[in-house]
Structures are given as C-alpha cells and as structure tokens.
C-alpha cells in the first residue's frame, strides 16, 4: 500500500540534472467512469503505479506503507452540466510523516508542494526545508507552496509556513469572507512576510495577493461547453506552481492557471489539457 510524495520531471534540455517539483500528499483512486467492470480487488496500487510512471512521475520519495488501504472516490459526473457528486471511502492509510521526509534531498528539487493534511507532521518538514535554504545561495534556496482546502482550525498554522499559499473558497467562508479578494485581504496577515497568497473563486476566476502587497486579478476561461469539473482545483495549482517556478510574473502565473483550469473543465479527465 502506498502513501506519499512523488515528483513529476518538467521539460528540460536532457535527462539528469534538472530539478524538479516535489508533491507532498496522499494518493488516492478517483473511479470516474467503468464501462465494463471496476478494478479488480487489490489491483488499486498497481493502477496507481503504472499510470504513474506512463506519465513520467517519479516515485523515488514514495513513503510505502506496511499498512491500511488506498483511499477511493467514486465519483458520478453530470452530463449536463460538468458538476460531480464524490463518495469517498477512507481509510487506514498513514499519512507522511517528518521521519519518511527526512529521506528527501532537497539538492534535486527548486520547489516543494504540500497538501495540508497532518498539519503538526507537514510543519515539521516545512521548518526543515526552512533550515536548508538558510544555508544556500538565493539561486539554490527551495522553494515552497502549500493548498489549505479544508476549513478546519489545526491547518490553519500552515498558512505562515510556505511562501506560496493556495486556500480554497470553503476556507473563505469558513471566516466569513465572500469573495476572493475580500478573503486575501482578511487573511494576509497569517502569512509570512514576502508570501504569496492566492484565491481561485470558480466561474469568477482567481486572485492574489503577492509579495510586496500588490493584488492582482484573473478572470475565469470557461470552455464552450462544461463537460468535468472534477480536478479542475488541482489542475489550477499546478499550472500556477508551474509558471511561477518558471520565473514568470504573479500576474502571467495566475492567468495561465486559471486558462489551463478551464481547458480542463471542457474535457473528459486530463489526457488532452495541453
């Protein structure tokens, strides 16, 4: 069973020697659609791993787990509008860990996402990272990110953690806000001085509040016709983390992802986004 963080290797000149983006989570199958019959039983890591590797994901830092199951989402898309309907069966699996993070060499990586989970566990690897850059050259220093997308009270330290920070619109309300640019305002003040705090708000697009106080705005790129909203969340954090990682400016990152968010929600999945 497997739980974990994976790497995905970006376009470089050659194979080697160029650093990647390390993904700090838990995996879990999302069943989207069966035509003819559901995975066999126990088959849900070796899924996992092949679609892994046909994707060109590293699984060097996999933290594998002696115990518990992969968590599974079934989950019923509309045909008619796009939306989705999760049901989530959870599981046993353990989260990663501050020791299973110890393994990671940060030398191989220029950034280094978390999804805020066991907040106390993900602190701790955090200040680690934090440690690390104070003794490199500011070309070499990693750089980190993480999505808060859970209202709940103990992730909500993480905030000043990282210096990029995603939080989601249930965050937002969770404080009263109503808007993107109303909950960045509120909440800029939990992250630490020269983080960028980013708020995508769906069909109203996605805002930001970077380093030197400045906000910036993209709109939304809706497709022609709504077609899987599923995924949509995490494929906007990706294309940002991208873009950002990439030297472009807060403004061109935020558009990018939410252009790319949208291109997502007018197909089926994700082979076809680029």
Known sequence: MAAG?????EPGPGPGGEKRILCVGLVCLDIISV???????DSDISFIVADFRHRGVDMTHVAWQPRGDVPCACCVVSAANGSRTIVLYD??????????????????YKWIHWEARNAAEQAAMMRRVERYNRDQPAAERVRTSVEVEKPREELLPLLGLAHVVFISKDVARH?????APEALQGLHSRIQPGAT????????????????????????????TLVDTLGAGDTFNAAVIFALSAGRTLQDALTFGCQIAGRKCGIQGFDGIV
């Open 91 to 108: 599981t046993n699996l353990p989260d990663v860990t501050a020791h299973d993070f110890e393994l990671v060499d940060f030398s191989q």
């Open 35 to 41: 035509v003819e019959a559901y995975p066999a039983e």
């Open 197 to 224: 705090l980013i708020c995508a708000w769906a069909e109203e697009g996605a805002d930001a509040i970077g380093p030197s106080g400045e906000l910036v705005h993209s709109d939304a790129f809706p497709p022609e």
């Open 5 to 9: 963080a994976a790497t995905r290797r």
């Open 175 to 179: 404080f009263g806000y109503q808007s």
